[in-house]
C-alpha cells in the first residue's frame, strides 16, 4: 500500500497569511504513460461531506477559489492558501488514486491564529 | 443540482449485518466509477471500495475484503454496500462518492455504529 503522510498535523494561521501543508506518498504516484500525478488535495468542514480541491496534483475543481493551489510531483505535494480567510478553517488531505487502497493522508487541521 | 444520498446506516451487533444504499441524482451515474470512503470517530478519511461504471471491476480495502461487497444499480442510478461480519472498527460514517481524477461529489454520509 502506498503510505500517504503529511506535515504538520495540524496548522494555526493568522487572517490574511499563508498556509502550506506538506504530503509525501511512500511511492511515486507520477504515471509514466500520462505523465500525471495521482494525487488530490480535499477540504473537510465539521458537518459537511469532503470537497475536491485539486486534482492531477495541481489542477484546480471548477469553483475552488484561486487562493488555493497545489504543487509538486512524484513522492512530494504541497497544498497552499495564500491569503487565508476564516472560513478556510478545515482539516486537509491529501489523497493518491494511482493504486488500490486509494489512501489518505491522516489530515492536517487548520486553526487561524 | 447533483445529489448523492446515503441511507441504511444505524446500529447493529458485532457479527451482523448491514447493507448501505446510496441514490445518485443530477449527474451521469453511468459515467463515473463510484466508492465508498468511511471515518470512524475522531479519526480521519480512509477508502472502502470503489467499482467501475459498467461494474465489471470492483476494488476493496484489505480489512474489509470478503466482508463487504460493492455494487450498482446503472437503471436506479444507486450504489450499494453489503457489509457483513461487522466489527467493532467498521464504526464510522460512511460517505458514497463518485471518482473521477479525484472524488469529485460527495455524499453526507450514514453512520453506522457497531455495538452490543
Known amino acids: 500500500d502506498i503510505v500517504m503522510t503529511q506535515s504538520p498535523d495540524s496548522l494555526a494561521v493568522s487572517l490574511g497569511e499563508r498556509a502550506t501543508i506538506n504530503c509525501k506518498s511512500s511511492q511515486s504516484v507520477l504515471s509514466r504513460s500520462n505523465n500525471k500525478n495521482y494525487l488530490a488535495w480535499y477540504q473537510h468542514k465539521p458537518g459537511q461531506p469532503p470537497k475536491l480541491l485539486i486534482y492531477w496534483a495541481s489542477t484546480r475543481e471548477s469553483g475552488v477559489p484561486d487562493r488555493f493551489s497545489g504543487s509538486g510531483s512524484g513522492t512530494d505535494f504541497t497544498l497552499t492558501i495564500s491569503t487565508l480567510k476564516a472560513e478556510d478553517v478545515a482539516v486537509y488531505y491529501c489523497q493518491q488514486f494511482y493504486s488500490i487502497p486509494n489512501t489518505f493522508g491522516q489530515g492536517t487541521k487548520l486553526e487561524i491564529k | 443540482e447533483v445529489q448523492l444520498v446515503e441511507s441504511g446506516g444505524g446500529l447493529v451487533q458485532p457479527g451482523g449485518s448491514l447493507r448501505l444504499s446510496c441514490a445518485a441524482s443530477?449527474?451521469?451515474?453511468?459515467?463515473?466509477?463510484m466508492a465508498w470512503v468511511r471515518q470512524a470517530p475522531g479519526k480521519g478519511l480512509e477508502w472502502v471500495a470503489n467499482?467501475?461504471?459498467?461494474?465489471?471491476?470492483?476494488y476493496y480495502l484489505a480489512s474489509v475484503k470478503g466482508r463487504f461487497a460493492i455494487s450498482r444499480d446503472n437503471a436506479e442510478n444507486s450504489l450499494y454496500l453489503q457489509m457483513n461480519t461487522l466489527r467493532a472498527e467498521d464504526t464510522a460514517v460512511y460517505y458514497c462518492a463518485a471518482s473521477g481524477a479525484g472524488l469529485l461529489y460527495w455524499g453526507r454520509g450514514t453512520l453506522v455504529t457497531v455495538s452490543s
Open positions: 443530477g449527474f451521469t451515474f453511468t459515467g463515473y466509477w
Open positions: 467499482i467501475k461504471q459498467d461494474g465489471s471491476d470492483k
